[in-house]
């Protein structure tokens, strides 16, 4: 005997509200760190796992709900109806099936994800560029190990990764410090980046990329730090550019030229003096004088199973004036920043400084060096001028 269900006068606006707050969620468009349109044939994998475990949580969802919804309004109590519903517990029919089948759908889901979780980190085959990935507290250094200069050492940048599109890269990382997390949404996962261990990571950026609009101009994609590393784990970002093989080519050319020891006097002769004379304690720069190429500053070497890294103690500024930000790809790098980050670097992004030990190799942010105002416009100029 089954009687006319009652509506309940405020029950359907308001699942109705709900679901329009859901539906209208769903309009806001995705951020620029978004892993929902893959550039890459990784993210592409991770994006298609992703899409087959909604599908089946979808259905699960639909099909239990579904069953609570027709339990609740079959078998809810009625004024005058004292009579119980049939009870299941302990049918061993019921319980075997509703055991298997979570037990199926975990397997559908687990063997793929398995698979990819061990090819997102495979060697490519056939030909590739390599690239190692040092985290420090708070930026990331990159180098080319296969791109070296005529003194054979390898092009080095920080915080803006310059890629080929269509071009597998290999990533090897390691950190100097702390555990951070590479991660660039739209072309791969995170992947840890552990002290005392190597991590690898395939990257690669469809062919289609470099005329794509991530939100930063065409074939610029973000990316940040995903594990927490302390202070300025927030300002511990990435951008990752992507070119056209050969404009990729013409990048790799003017990275290996060393940059321009100003002559003369002025300002940029002012910097230079300073630079040499302050900055190279932890900052490193290939310059081209009248002797010759010479490299400046020092860095530090790191054993990591059996594997020795070149790491820096601060990024390398022989080419700082051709990059689009700093700090962790977190500033703008326009003059005024700079000058602002030369005042006080702290003003900027926070840092412990005071923690430094430079002998040690342990880094911890850029000190306030008391710069004078000639010294920072000096230095300003220099910087921009070494594109
Ligand atoms: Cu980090």
Known sequence: MRRRVRRGRCVYPACALALLGVILAGCSGSGPQSSLEPAGPSARDIDGLW???????????????????????????????????????????????????????????????????????????????DVTVIGHQWWWEFTYPGLTDAEGAPLTTANELHLPAGQPVYLTMTSVDVIHSFWVPPLNGKRDVVPGRVTNLKLEADASVPSEDFGFGPGVILGQCAEFCG??????RLRVFVHSPADFDA???????????????????????TFELVCTACHQARVAGSGGVERLGQGVTVDVDGESFDAALAPDLTHFGSRTTFGGASFDATRDHLARWLANPSDLKPMAPERNDIAAGRILGMPNLGLTTDEIDGLVELLESWQ
């Open 231 to 236: 202070l300025a784990h927030a300002d511990m």
């Open 51 to 129: 899409r087959l475990v909604l599908v089946l949580a979808t259905i699960v969802f639909v099909i239990v709900a579904a069953g609570m919804v027709v339990a609740m309004v079959r078998f809810r109590e009625r004024p005058g109806d004292t009579r119980e519903p049939k009870q299941l517990h302990g049918n061993t029919a019921l319980e075997i099936t509703w055991t298997i089948i979570p037990a199926v759908l975990l397997a559908i889901i687990a063997v793929p994800t398995l698979q990819q979780h061990f090819e997102l980190r495979d060697e490519p085959d056939g030909p590739r560029l």
């Open 251 to 273: 990048w790799v050319e003017r990275q290996l030229a060393p940059a321009a020891e100003p002559t003369g006097t002025g300002p940029i002769a002012t910097g230079y003096q």
